[in-house]
């Protein structure tokens, strides 16, 4: 059974930058991949990003295209979000999860981690 834990959240300032990273425990078949989202109070959870794990494909929500990276390093069986140029609408608790296909539907993942909290704030 994969587990999965996120760290690296924190409090940033508006325009700071911070990088989440999701540690999986287990064997992920290569074709899983792992997705981001992110859930602020009151709010729905959102896909933010995802990636393949066999080819290193991502996807990202049109809300954090070009502030956000998402990148793997498989000998560590981990998986980054580079969170970049953040506004306080990104804050959130953030999610990795894991599962077939890469998708920002959270439907789509069937195990998931605690989350890690991100609040962009002066």
């Known amino acids: 059974q994969v587990q999965l834990v996120e760290s690296g959240g924190g409090l940033v300032e508006p325009g700071g930058s911070l990088r989440l990273s999701c540690a999986a425990s287990g064997f992920v078949p290569d074709y899983y991949a792992v997705g981001w989202f992110r859930q602020a109070p009151g709010k729905e959870r959102e896909g933010v990003s995802c990636?393949?794990?066999?080819?290193?494909?991502?996807h990202y929500a049109d809300s954090v295209k070009g502030r956000f990276t998402i990148s793997r390093d498989n000998a560590k069986n981990t998986v980054y979000l580079q969170l970049t140029s953040l506004k306080p609408e990104d804050t959130a608790v953030y999610y990795c999860?894991?599962?077939?296909?890469?998708?920002?539907?959270?439907?789509?993942?069937?195990?998931w981690g605690q989350g890690t909290q991100v609040t962009v704030s002066s």
């Open positions: 999860a894991t599962g077939i296909g890469c998708s920002i539907y959270p439907t789509a993942y069937d195990i």
């Open positions: 990636i393949r794990h066999s080819d290193g494909s991502t």
